[in-house]
Structure formats: C-alpha cells, structure tokens
C-alpha cells in the first residue's frame, strides 16, 4: 500500500464515519473457499461442470474468513442490508493484466478487481464490525466460493452509514 495512503487511510474513516460513508481500504488477498476449491478440482482435473454462477453476489461478513467457515454475515433484520448483484463479465472485473481492463485475462499475477464501484445502501442501524467480504452465488443463502479480508475492519455502528469499494479497490488473487 502507498505510504501517504497508508497515514491517511485511518483520518479518512474517521472523517468517512463523521459523514455517514465508509469507503473500505484495499481487501487483502482472498481465498477460494472450501466449496470453490472443490468446484475447480472438479471442473480441471474430473470434467466436471463448474457451474459459475451469471451474478456474484457480494455479501459482508463480520467474521474473518476461513475456507470451511460460513462466516456471520451482516443481518438483514431491520438493517438495510442485502448482498449486491455484480454480473460475471468482461466489462464489470478485470482482466489479470489490470485493473480496470475489459478483454480477456493475459496477465500474469491471477488477479482481478472490481471494474465499477460496489455499494451497499445506507444502513438503517447497526451492522456490527465488518471485516470479510464474501463473493455467494445466491441472493440469500447459497454458497460462498470466494472470501477476502479488509486489511481494514469497517464499524458500522448505526444507521446512515454507505459501505463502497471504489472500482479497482476490491481484488482476488487466485496465484497466491
């Protein structure tokens, strides 16, 4: 992370929360999940069909990840809170030969980001600590194949507060 983000990331959540918005800091690098790992195995090495889902749905978690875990998602009594849509293509993540690229991946590094920004409707009471967040072929329940941690917790601690990642800010390295 740059040094001049890193010394003001912590004013800029403070400020943020002052506002009423949370923009999280870069997640860190993610993990399949037991499920997706499986789903990969099967689909390169058995024949299998892997099955990805059209649309990704992006939860937040108040857990840190793991590969087996289900994590605690944030509630979505009384809370404002529902996992955002993001369709599976080109134009919405990026190629591993950058960020904010829309071909086909011929990079090097296994990584992709979010081309447009990710943002959750403002919450209408407290949503606890976010601190992982989660790629779920469903709308509600489903299967998570992806977890990534925030190198940041977020506190959503009451109502009028906006969680968004900026396009290009939240990323998964499958080369890891």
Not at 111 to 138: F, K, L, Q
Request: charged share 10%; net charge negative.
């Amino acid at each position: 992370m740059n040094p001049i983000r890193r010394t003001l990331a912590p004013l800029a959540i403070a400020f943020a929360a002052v506002l009423g918005a949370l923009a999280p800091l870069p997640a860190a690098a993610g993990a399949l999940s037991d499920y997706g790992e499986n789903k990969l195995v099967d689909a390169l090495l058995r024949a299998q069909s892997i099955g990805t889902p059209a649309t990704w749905y992006i939860a937040l978690f108040t857990t840190t990840c793991t590969d087996a875990g289900p994590g605690t998602e944030v509630s979505t009594s009384g809370t404002a809170y529902a996992r955002q849509a993001v369709t599976a293509s080109l134009a919405n993540w990026a190629g591993t030969q950058g960020a904010g690229t829309t071909v086909a991946s011929t990079g090097t590094n296994g990584t992709t980001s979010n081309n447009n920004a990710i943002t959750w409707s403002a919450s209408t009471a407290a949503w606890g600590t976010v601190t992982s967040v989660g790629w779920m072929d469903a709308s509600s329940a489903g299967n998570r194949w992806i977890c990534i941690d925030l190198t940041s917790s977020l506190n959503v601690s009451g109502s009028g507060f906006t969680v968004s990642f900026a396009a290009g800010q939240l990323s998964f390295q499958i080369d890891n």
